[in-house]
């Protein structure tokens, strides 16, 4: 089992930045990808980044590409998401998720077996 701890949401102003982390513990050499997604209100829950926790390649969303940079502490087992510039329309609910193997389809929530409880970010406009 892995657990997943999200910290770091909250309260900015538009074009400001924040960052989140994910703090994995458990058997978190079975992790072959981390990523995030993200659920605003009202909405389907949906895929923000991702990377592959060996090698490093990283996966972003077009909305968050050029904004947003995913990264890895390996020593830490803590994932970050660095949001930069943001907008109102990133407020959501951000989600730290976990996968056992990295898969093609890695944008769906079902290549993910770990789930973090969620933290929130809300954008002021």
């Known amino acids: 089992q892995v657990q997943l701890v999200e910290s770091g949401g909250g309260l900015v102003q538009a074009g400001n930045s924040l960052r989140l982390s994910c703090a994995a513990s458990g058997r978190t050499v079975s992790s072959d990808a981390m990523g995030w997604f993200r659920q605003a209100p009202g909405k389907e829950r949906e895929f923000v980044s991702t990377i592959r926790w060996r090698i490093g390649f990283t996966y972003y969303a077009d909305s968050v590409k050029g904004r947003f940079t995913i990264s890895r502490d390996n020593a830490k087992n803590t994932l970050y998401l660095q949001m930069n510039s943001l907008k109102p329309e990133d407020t959501a609910v951000y989600y730290c998720?976990?996968?056992?193997?990295?898969?093609?389809?890695?944008?769906?929530?079902?290549?993910?077996?770990?789930w973090g409880q969620g933290t929130q970010v809300t954008v002021s406009s």
């Open positions: 998720a976990a996968s056992r193997v990295f898969s093609s389809n890695y944008a769906m929530e079902g290549s993910y077996d770990y």
